[in-house]
Each structure stands twice: as structure tokens, then as C-alpha cells.
């Protein structure tokens, strides 16, 4: 699949929050949607600590270097700084990398305090658009936060938006124009934007390998920094963060598909922000699936009785459809890929996720990323069978195993179809 295809698919597969009508019900106080807490409201006591010094037009302070680039009515699109109103090292704003164990509050308190400054351009042809863009680009590649002055058209508003693939930012509003200080170029990134006869994918897959964070690397990405001269254009963030992870995953699938397989089952087991995980690793041939189920009165499920369980998975070949449970399945790929590198196996694996009504909104697809990585880090617990493996499954999460089993196209292929060592 070419990375255009991929964007389409991504496209597509976009929906639309659910709106219940519930919140002008409440008004924050009946806990009418079943949550511990009104997401609404985590926003506005965030807000209100930090809109008296938002309540202007210019707007300067250190970004921690951070930029988005919209996707709405794409290739004509909104790109811009994030800005905090304050000096300093902010660099934490904007590196996922760190977030675990953060909860809730603290990441909203922190990601609430980045401006977002809004700029049209079209995405491929953005250098018409001049200084602006150049800046933008600069602010993406810059190593460490960047004193930024933006002066806006009107006073930066804010309103809820609910996404799990980018992780949540303030107020916003349009600009006229933005100037930036002088900083230092991540070496990788700044390598990357000056050969501009190497291609994007090899960009990425070097940046990584020297040891660039990927949240650095999505932002180059994003801003036309990346890929050969002519192809070269803005991707939207939501777009850049999957396409990063997508990148990367394959690139690891290249020698890890190809390892020895591992010699027991595994369960890997986490907690966090109200998920809970268990990470099934199986003595097999590679394939790979995630599974979300989405309890009521969670942020996709807001409406419904039962638990909403989703899923998307492939075997030894890969995909070449978009994964219908979005951007988290590549994420959490990418993440399995890295430990069966570092330690030199293959394995089959099954990701379950259960979302609980704690996690009262979505943070961003960094929230699987780096929680499956830290899951991964822990030891694991080893059985002979995938039958036991399966009953400690059922003895952490509580969705018990038919049930995951129902729902899984791995675990019913590897259940129901005869392997080669079965004869022995």
C-alpha cells in the first residue's frame, strides 16, 4: 500500500464524536454519563487556570518546540505553533515519551496550557505560502523549546474535542503572523531535511535507529521536512503520528518476522489511566492483533449497556487495509516489535485493552504506545500451555477469556487450525 493509499484509508476511517444531549442535562454535576468525573469539567478548571493569560492577541512564550497540522478540508489545511503563555523549560508539553504514570488531570492541566495558532496553506504547495512556513518547519526540527511571539486575529478560543489519535491541546485562533528565536536542530531531523534526495521512509527509519524520539520524528514528518524535494509536503499531524508508527513497525517486521520463535507463552500485564492490559505472547510464527473493549460510559461507548469490544489483527503476510480500530493498532505493533528485537524472537500477539469509565477522555494513540512499551518492560509470566495462559488472563481482566476468545481472530485461527509441530 503507497503512503498516499494509506492517508485515504486513515480518511475513511475518520468518525465523528457521539453527542447524547446529556451534558446540557447535567451540566457537570448529575454524573448523568456514568462517569467518576465530567470530562467537560477537567477542561474548564484547566482553563481557568491559565485563560487570564491567554486572554490576548499577541501571545509569546517558549514552545517545547510543538506544531499541529489540521486535516479538515485537506490539501487546504491550518498548520501553526503550539504555545504555552509562559518561559522556561516546557519541552515535557509535548514528549508522550514521559507521560506514564501521569494521570488524567495532570496531562490536561499541562497539554490545555498550548495555544494553538491557526495558518491556511495548501499542503502541497506550501512554500508559496512564505516566512510563516518557514518558521513552522524550523519550530518542528528545533531540539529544545523555542521562544515564540504569535500575534492572533482574535482572542484564542477553545472548544472540547474528543480524539484518540492526538493527544488534546488548548485554545485556538487565527494568525496573522509568528516569529521564533534561535535554536538547534535535532542532527537527525536537520540530516534529514537537507538530503533531499533521500526518501521519507528511510528518513523516518534512520531517525528512530539513531535514536530520535518518534514524537520528534511525527512532527518533522508532518511539516514537509522529510522525503525527497519534489513529494515533499504537510501531512496532518493525525496523520504523520500513525504513518510514523506504521513506518516503523514494518521496518522492524523485517528481521524480527524472520527470528526464532519464543519458547512459552506469555502474558504481559499493566495498568494505567483506568486501561488495563494483558499483552498474550505465543511460541509462533508471527501474527498480531489488538483488541479494545470499551466499557459504558467511556468516551466511545457513551450511550451503549454492554461493553463494545473491537478489533483487527494479521497473520504472517501483514495488512494492506487500513486497521479499523485506527492508529492505536499501529502503535501497539510498532511497540511489540521493539522488544522481539531486542530479544531476537518472533511470537504470536494479542493485545486486550479494557477501557474503564475512569478514563473519562481520550489523550492520544501516544497513550497505547507508551503504555505497551512499559508493559513490555516488566517481567512476564510464563505458562506451557495456552490454555493456562488464558486463565490468568482471567484472573486479571474482567472480561473473561470465551469472551476474548469470541471476539479474536488470532485466537480462534491458532485455536482451530492444525501446526506442523502438533504431528510431532
Known amino acids: 500500500m503507497s503512503g498516499s493509499e494509506f492517508f485515504d484509508k486513515m480518511a475513511e476511517a475518520n468518525q465523528a464524536p457521539v453527542k447524547s444531549g446529556l451534558c446540557s442535562i447535567c451540566k457537570g454535576s448529575r454524573r448523568l454519563c456514568g462517569k467518576d468525573r465530567c470530562p467537560l469539567m477537567v477542561k474548564f478548571y484547566s482553563q481557568q487556570k491559565t485563560m487570564p493569560l491567554m486572554n490576548i492577541k499577541d501571545l509569546a512564550g517558549c514552545s517545547p518546540p510543538a506544531v499541529f497540522v489540521g486535516r479538515y478540508g485537506y490539501p487546504k489545511v491550518d498548520i501553526g505553533p503550539l504555545l504555552p503563555p509562559e518561559f522556561g523549560d516546557t519541552s515535557i508539553m509535548d514528549k508522550p515519551e514521559y507521560w506514564v504514570g501521569k494521570s488524567i488531570d495532570e496531562i490536561v492541566d499541562m497539554r490545555f496550557r498550548l495555544v494553538r495558532g491557526k ?9 508559496a505560502a512564505g516566512r510563516i512556513v518557514d518558521n513552522v518547519q524550523e519550530l518542528a526540527l528545533t531540539e529544545r523549546p ?64 539513531n535514536g530520535t524520539l518518534i514524537s520528534e520524528i511525527q512532527k518533522a514528518f508532518s511539516v514537509g521536512t522529510m522525503g525527497v524535494e519534489k513529494r515533499r509536503r504537510f501531512v496532518p499531524t493525525r496523520w504523520s503520528i500513525t504513518a510514523v508508527d506504521d513506518i516503523i513497525g ?7 518476522k524472520y527470528n526464532p520463535t519464543i519458547d512459552e507463552f506469555r502474558i504481559y500485564q499493566w495498568e494505567q489511566l483506568d486501561n488495563r492490559w494483558c499483552i498474550l505472547m505465543m511460541p509462533c510464527t508471527w501474527r498480531y492483533e489488538l483488541i479494545e473493549a470499551w466499557y459504558p460510559n467511556t468516551t466511545w461507548n457513551p450511550l451503549g449497556k454492554d461493553i463494545d469490544i473491537i478489533s483487527s489483527h494479521e497473520l504472517f503476510e501483514g495488512r494492506s487495509e487500513y486497521a479499523e480500530i485506527g492508529g492505536c493498532y499501529y502503535a501497539a505493533r510498532m511497540a511489540v516489535n521493539e522488544l522481539l528485537l531486542e530479544q531476537r524472537r518472533t511470537a504470536g500477539v494479542v493485545i486486550m485493552r479494557e477501557a474503564h469509565p475512569g478514563y473519562i477522555m481520550p ?43 469470541r471476539n479474536s481472530g488470532i485466537l480462534r485461527d491458532y485455536l482451530t487450525q492444525r501446526r506442523i509441530e502438533d504431528y510431532y
Open 119 to 127: 495558518y491556511r496553506i495548501d499542503a502541497t504547495n506550501f512554500k
Open 146 to 209: 523555542l521562544e515564540v511571539e504569535a500575534n492572533f486575529r482574535q482572542k484564542p478560543r477553545g472548544r472540547v474535542v474528543l480524539d484518540d489519535e492526538v493527544q488534546p491541546f488548548g485554545p485556538s485562533a487565527r494568525m496573522d503572523g509568528m516569529t521564533i528565536g534561535n535554536g538547534r536542530f535535532e542532527r537527525n531531523l536537520e540530516k534529514n531535511f537537507y538530503d533531499t534526495d533521500l526518501n521519507a521512509t528511510l528518513g523516518v527509519v534512520n531517525a528512530y535507529e
Open 250 to 256: 514494518k521496518n522492524l517486521l523485517k528481521t524480527t
Open 363 to 405: 489523550v492520544g494513540v501516544w497513550n497505547v504506545r507508551e503504555n505497551v512499551r512499559a508493559a513490555l518492560t516488566t517481567k512476564p509470566f510464563k505458562f506451557e500451555t495456552l490454555d493456562r495462559a488464558l486463565a490468568h488472563v482471567d484472573g486479571v481482566m474482567d472480561i473473561k477469556k470465551d469472551t476474548w476468545i
